[in-house]
């Protein structure tokens, strides 16, 4: 690697650059005629939002390095002021793309298909009337405007939340214009229905049409829509003796104070009033956003779900139940004939709720513990070791309370658990638990044995129908072993458990990803056949980007399926020639973590909850767990390959930096890799059905 060593700068590609190049394939898809309209506007939505949790977590993890004096430089070589300036730079643009698509495409459509957004001065006087009616009844006994003199401070407002900044004549025997703030109330809704059927007006634009009912007797200068994002990392250092659950709710509180990030401001917004309100707000220009329609949007989700407009979206995806044969749907007896390994959104779910269900009703049971980093709201999950837990079952949670942004839900769903009697565990101090883990241990006529789930995504009955992830579920009495090895790891006094058939982070997974890597190294340079095939969200560790590098100038072919973030640069001449990187952004959020090593023909498979990031490897607690049996074995390594077969919504990453799609052979016919796998599905499913055997045919377990 010594070629490597002398310079690596020009090898990476920064984080934060890589994240906004994601969003921008995002946006590619909002841009994209082929798709559905209402499917571009989701995707609008998303592009959105994506840019609000960046702001809150990344952008403002720059600003506190720059603050703390840490300028370092990072591993594409910029210090953090460059990175600053080069992500505002590209943010800006990006925006400004994002807003020019929905004014000039997106809306239109929508006008078109029948949907539309009007602004006040769009509508007649009867409109206009029944919506002053609206306001007086409905809206004006929720505002508060707030003056902002000596005497009254500029209001904490929230981050994310939507307000009109006014400027108003000066007082008498004042010169300078006075400033006001009216927040746009966050529990009414934003899109208020003006005439026919999908005919809306803005909720912020009736509160604009009625600032005499709420300034009376004052002249207004100007007003316009304002939104900050405040800095959402949380510092959970501790030095007075708190609990882990108490200070994870302080900092969710003292979130709600942080440093504005970024400020967003109607078009129309004078350069008087934004500069008032960066001195106010303790921001620069650079991290003022001024756009040309509605802030926040968010707001155009809600119109991908109104009713009736059925030939804008994509078919309704129905995935597989793979229980649908099995009259009585027992689990139990299930896994003790084989493995199930599920690939959702293609295949349901359900399996894994109604196993944890069975597990609560059952009187065999005797315990169950899970690990629980995301659910769902009116988790069916959670009801069920709520249930367990009052039937005197040993329930231990492990709740990963510093879920960003899902902090809040997950206190919430503890304090309930350990009312139901659960004992529940509040994380690992100094790491978060990522894995995906659920262990169930039942009384049998053999004695006692192991049901045990392993996934690549949360337990979340809503994402599973639109993040592709896989899923284990089985009996392995060695799995079991493990599991039963990790949870008395986190929940007890252990050295680092030793386990024969998973391995986790932060103990032992690095090492192992390395030695796997060095493994293909050395089988090519012995001049065997090499190689390597992982999915992935995100790619950014230095050192296993090295030894992929290392890898590829051996000889090993390496293809990588990265959906957002890479750091790695491939096809440099002599460096990165052997690896190819592509990303698939398409309907479904791919989700899963597979990684595959052919091992001179002996190929192994595994999934996990891991990213190639130093975070995962180093700073959390994952999972990583084989795919035995040769059956599921193919399956999963026909799941890797065809995502580099994708023509559709596959864009594969250049020397550049630049993602770029790739053109089509003149005899190739297109291929799509999520609708592939979805007809796959159900082809599997029919010829399950149609077997003679049984739905469930029992295959000989590995005793290992």
Not at 289 to 302: H, T
Not at 353 to 359: D, E, F, K, P
Not at 661 to 682: N, S
Request: aromatic share 6%.
């Amino acid at each position: 690697m010594s070629a490597v060593d002398r310079d690596v700068h020009h090898l990476f590609i920064n984080r934060e650059l890589s994240w906004l190049a994601f969003n921008e394939r995002v946006l590619e898809e909002a841009a994209d005629a082929t798709n559905r309209l209402l499917e571009r506007v989701k995707f609008a939505s998303i592009v959105a939002s994506n840019l609000d949790e960046f702001f809150m977590v990344r952008v403002a993890a720059l600003h506190h390095a720059e603050a703390d004096g840490h300028d370092a430089i990072d591993a594409s070589g910029l210090t953090t002021r460059q990175q600053l300036l080069a992500v505002s730079q590209r943010a800006h643009a990006q925006v400004e793309a994002l807003y020019d698509l929905v004014s000039t495409g997106l809306l239109p459509a929508l006008e078109r298909a029948g949907v539309r957004v009007l602004r006040w001065a769009d509508l007649d006087k009867g409109r206009v009337a029944a919506l002053g009616r609206f306001f007086r009844e409905s809206v004006l006994p929720v505002l508060t405007p707030l003056a902002i003199d000596s005497s009254r401070p500029f209001p904490l407002l929230s981050s994310l939340s939507l307000n009109m900044a006014l400027r108003l004549a000066p007082a008498a025997g004042e010169e300078e214009p006075r400033l006001a703030i009216v927040q746009v109330p966050s529990g009414l809704a934003r899109l208020v229905p003006a005439g026919p059927t999908n005919t809306f007006v803005l909720l912020e634009d009736i509160i604009a049409a009625h600032f005499s009912s709420l300034f009376p007797g004052q002249v207004i200068l100007e007003s316009a829509p304002i939104r900050l994002a405040r800095d959402a990392e949380l510092e959970l250092d501790d030095e007075g003796g708190r609990t882990h659950l108490e200070v994870v709710e302080r900092e969710v509180r003292r979130r709600r104070r942080s440093d504005v990030i970024r400020l967003e401001a109607g078009a129309e917004a004078s350069q008087e009033l934004v500069a008032t309100l960066c001195d106010q707000l303790d921001v620069t220009s650079d991290e003022v956003y001024q756009v040309r329609g509605p802030l926040d949007l968010r707001l155009l989700m809600a119109l991908t779900e109104l009713p009736g407009l059925d030939e804008y979206r994509d078919a309704v995806s129905r995935p597989v139940d793979v229980l649908a044969d099995l009259p009585e749907r027992d689990l139990f007896a299930v896994l003790e004939e084989r493995d199930l390994l599920l690939h959702h959104p293609y295949e349901a779910f359900d399996p894994v709720v109604a196993l944890i269900a069975q597990a609560a009703d059952d009187p065999d049971v005797l315990a169950i513990k899970q690990t629980l980093y995301r659910t769902s709201p009116g988790s069916l999950i959670i009801a069920s070791l709520q249930r367990a837990a009052e039937r005197n079952k040993q329930v231990t949670v492990l709740v990963e309370l510093t879920a960003r942004f899902d902090e809040e839900r997950n206190i919430k769903w503890a304090r309930a658990l350990e009312e139901a009697g659960a004992h529940v565990i509040y994380g690992v101090l100094g790491y978060k638990t990522h894995a995906k883990i659920c262990l169930i241990v039942r009384r049998t006529p053999q004695g006692l044995r192991r049901y045990v789930h392993l996934g690549t995504g949360n337990y979340n009955e809503r994402t599973a129908r639109i993040y592709t992830d896989f899923g284990l579920l089985t009996s392995s009495p060695t799995i079991g072993e493990d599991a039963s090895a990790f949870f008395s790891a986190l929940t007890g006094y252990s050295d680092p458990p030793r386990l024969k058939r998973l391995t986790m982070a932060p103990t032992g997974l690095r090492r192992r990803f390395l030695k796997l890597i060095e493994r293909e190294r050395q089988r090519a340079e012995a001049g065997q056949p090499a190689e390597i095939v992982a999915k992935m969200n995100s790619l950014i560790d230095k050192e296993i980007i090295l030894a992929l590098y290392a890898a590829a100038r051996a000889g090993v072919s390496i293809r990588l399926n990265v959906r957002g973030i890479c750091g790695l640069r491939p096809g440099v001449p002599g460096i990165s020639e052997r690896i190819e990187v592509v990303s698939v952004v398409d309907r479904f959020l791919e989700h899963s973590r597979i990684y595959y090593f052919l091992n001179g023909g002996e190929e192994e498979i595994y999934l996990g909850s891991a990213d190639w990031m130093t975070r995962n490897l180093d700073k959390r607690v994952e999972l990583l767990f084989p795919v035995e049996g040769e059956a599921n074995k193919a399956r999963v390594a026909y799941t890797l390959r065809a995502m580099f077969r994708d023509s559709l919504k596959a864009r594969w990453l250049g020397s550049d930096g630049v993602y770029r799609r790739r053109e089509l052979a003149p005899d190739e016919q297109p291929f799509r890799v999520q609708e592939q796998l979805l007809t796959e599905a159900h082809r599997a499913a029919a010829s399950a059905r149609s077997r003679t055997d049984a739905a469930f045919r029992p295959e000989e377990r590995r005793q290992k």
